[in-house]
């Protein structure tokens, strides 16, 4: 029988690229929890850049008894043990991950986003939980400054992100695609180009979009290549009387704007099974599905964030 100094060495002496290969079939949590903690090799093949592209916090299964499969908002520990994956997953990540994406429906502070941003200087493009209106001026500030490189943001959520695109605006000066969920209106719009002037790709997929706000970004954004506005609901505001009107058919005057631009993607109203699907009604669980839909899902490849994407 081997006794147990043996067997150890047996652990250790495992080829690192199988290893390392392995590995990469495993869910993250698997790593953090179990495989990095068996011996000094595996722990230095669970450090592999090839491992740590892309945290994704949203495949964690909604079937098991984790924290994170639990929606929407988190009791202090529950907060806590997130606080600890995130530790955990980019500690071992060493720096080297370049795309995180936060679980849809629970809510993240100062404290998950300052955590993250500090253990990932080379992130490059960034995916926002629902619940992200617990993060402060301060928090968002602190994160930002440490994201120099991020080139993409999704954020979802009817409040529009004005601190964070303000933050953006001052730190982050490779930034070139958002994805929004909010409704897009002429007091977010101006705000929005001047703080990422040179904005190349924005999809505002599945959103309310006030037609002003489209015709200023389309005259303002002097650098935008890509614009996303499938499954779209437009709004009109009369200027001298009380009242709007909501309407599905893309105003003339933007289409004509928007055929200077590489790609101008839009849907067949008529036939688009998304928005014969889009909930009209207030049953809230048909619109957290089209939201989450939304939200994963984009005609934009680059802001696509499937297990095959990032």
Same mark, same amino acid.
């Given at each position: 029988m081997r006794n147990q100094g043996s067997s150890d060495r047996s652990w250790n002496n495992m080829d690192y690229n199988i290893l390392v290969k392995?590995?990469?079939?495993? =869910?993250?949590?698997?790593? *953090?929890?179990?495989?990095? @903690? %068996? #011996?000094?090799?595996?722990?230095?093949?669970?450090?592999?850049?090839?491992?740590?592209?892309?945290?994704?916090?949203?495949?964690?299964?909604?079937?098991?008894?984790?924290?994170?499969?639990?929606?929407?908002?988190?009791?202090?520990?529950?907060?806590?043990?997130?606080?600890?994956?995130l530790k955990s997953a980019l500690n071992l990540s060493r720096g080297?991950?370049?795309?995180?994406?936060? =679980?849809?429906?629970?809510? *993240?502070?100062?404290?998950? @986003? %300052? #955590?993250a941003s500090e253990r990932s200087p080379n992130l490059k493009r960034l995916i926002l939980p629902l619940n992200w209106h617990q993060l402060t001026e301060s928090g968002i500030q602190q994160s930002f400054k440490m994201w120099e490189a991020l080139e993409s943001l999704t954020v979802p959520s009817v409040i529009a992100p004005f601190k964070i695109m303000e933050a953006i605006g001052s730190y982050c000066k490779s930034f070139s695609e958002l994805k929004l969920q909010c409704f897009f209106n002429l007091n977010f719009a101006v705000p929005l180009t001047k703080n990422v002037p040179k904005l190349k790709v924005l999809s505002l997929r599945g959103t309310m979009v006030h037609n002003q706000a489209m015709i200023f970004i389309l005259d303002n954004f002097k650098h935008l290549e890509v614009l996303n506005m499938c499954h779209c609901q437009m709004k009109e505001v009369y200027q001298y009387e009380v009242g709007f009107t909501l309407y599905r058919e893309i105003d003339p005057p933007i289409i004509e704007k928007s055929s200077r631009l590489k790609k101008f993607l839009t849907c067949q109203r008529d036939t688009c099974n998304m928005c014969k699907w889009r909930p009209y009604n207030e049953r809230v669980l048909d619109w957290a599905e089209f939201e989450l839909k939304c939200w994963r899902e984009d005609e934009v490849s680059s802001l696509a964030h499937g297990p095959e994407n990032c």
């Open positions: 392995i590995f990469m079939t495993l =869910n993250f949590m698997d790593i *953090i929890s179990s495989v990095s @903690l %068996v #011996c000094s090799s595996w722990r230095s093949a669970c450090c592999d850049p090839a491992l740590w592209t892309k945290l994704d916090l949203s495949t964690l299964s909604p079937d098991s008894n984790d924290v994170l499969s639990k929606k929407y908002t988190l009791s202090n520990d529950e907060s806590g043990i997130l606080t600890k994956i080297n991950v370049t795309c995180l994406v936060f =679980n849809y429906f629970i809510s *993240i502070n100062d404290e998950h @986003l %300052v #955590c």
